[in-house]
């Protein structure tokens, strides 16, 4: 992947070849058969659940590459949604620039109706949960804990709600998401989160990089296997944190938009649409903080 790429950043794709389904946050999709999806992570950035006016230059194809990269380390842990399906095959020659290095042809499976979201250490929404009630989705921690402090007992499977579009996730005890799963489908992605995220953090660490904590998506097929969906450990669904600058008692810096949570603060801003543009140095700033956190991870 050229990191240094000169292109447009892409806002929004704009395929007349295959049928517009939705679009997200990020991603953008596309039906390409009754069994496949084409997936287009643009350069969009959300904050605050408010998708920005301006888009960050390489993002979606800094966050292809990494989901690509832990696809494939992970699958052994559980299959995933690729098909290894090229996606300039499935899209109009003169559409081809509008996914390359930047979508997935992928199965088309049943999302679950949770947000898989596994903790290692306290900080985000867990932190608030904990100083409020000692607590995080309804598992009880050690009193004493600080800020962006390592859980003690090791990482925990805190699922939420998925929100609709303009509303906030919540998070919910793993009881309530048997209830939404059954109990043996919820067993199953405790688990398989539990794995894929000690896995990813091991190796992490031997980069430098700690992964606080990260968010995983799952879908089933029509047998009800289980498959790993979405993007996987981006600094988009995953608090990255550089090894060499953490320290407990605060919010340790990260490689994703934390520079663009940092500028909205200070402007005059009611958090709902629309949003304020960005200017170009947070947007290099940005961009830079997504590229570094590729390459420290997979070179």
């Known amino acids: 992947m050229n990191l240094n790429s000169s292109e447009t950043p892409l806002f929004e794709s704009n395929l007349v070849s295959l049928e517009f389904l939705h679009r997200g946050k990020v991603r953008d999709i596309y039906a390409v058969d009754e069994d496949k999806l084409l997936i ?20 979606g194809r800094v966050l292809t590459a990494m989901s690509n990269f832990w696809f ?8 995933n949604h690729l098909t290894g399906i090229a996606p300039e095959s499935v899209v109009a020659v003169t559409e081809r620039a509008q996914v390359a290095g930047r979508a997935f042809v992928v ?18 929404s867990g932190w608030k949960d904990y100083q409020k009630t000692g607590t995080i ?5 050690p009193a004493g804990l600080q800020e962006a402090a390592r859980l003690p007992g090791g990482a925990i499977f805190t699922p939420s709600t998925k929100a609709v579009a303009g509303a906030h996730d919540e998070n919910i ?9 059954g109990r043996e489908l919820a067993a199953q992605v405790r688990d398989k989160v539990l794995a894929l995220y000690t896995e990813a953090a091991d190796f992490a660490a031997t980069k430098g990089i700690i992964i606080a904590d990260t968010k995983f998506e799952f879908g089933r097929d029509d047998a009800g296997k289980l498959y790993l969906i979405d993007e996987a450990l981006t600094p988009d ?4 944190w550089p ?6 008692g605060g919010n340790p810096p990260s490689y994703d938009k934390q520079f663009v949570r940092d500028w909205l603060e200070t402007q005059d801003w009611n958090k709902k649409a629309p949003a304020p543009a960005l200017p170009a140095e947070v947007l290099v700033r940005t961009t ?4 570094e956190a590729l390459r420290r991870l997979i070179g």
């Not at 494939?72 to 299959?79: A, Y």
């Not at 989705?137 to 921690?141: D, K, N, S, V």
């Not at 005890?173 to 799963?181: G, R, V």
């Open 40 to 59: 287009v992570q643009t350069d969009r950035l959300s904050a605050f659940d408010v998708i920005l006016p301006t888009p960050v230059p390489d993002k």
């Open 72 to 79: 494939e380390k992970l699958g052994h842990i559980i299959p």
């Open 107 to 124: 199965k088309r499976l049943q999302p679950l109706p949770i947000e898989a979201i596994v903790r290692g250490y306290v900080v985000g």
């Open 137 to 141: 989705c309804g598992i009880t921690l």
């Open 173 to 181: 005890s793993f009881s309530e998401a048997e209830k939404l799963l």
């Open 237 to 240: 669904s995953s608090r990255f």
């Open 243 to 248: 090894a060499d600058q953490y320290a407990p």
């Open 288 to 291: 830079k903080k997504y590229q």
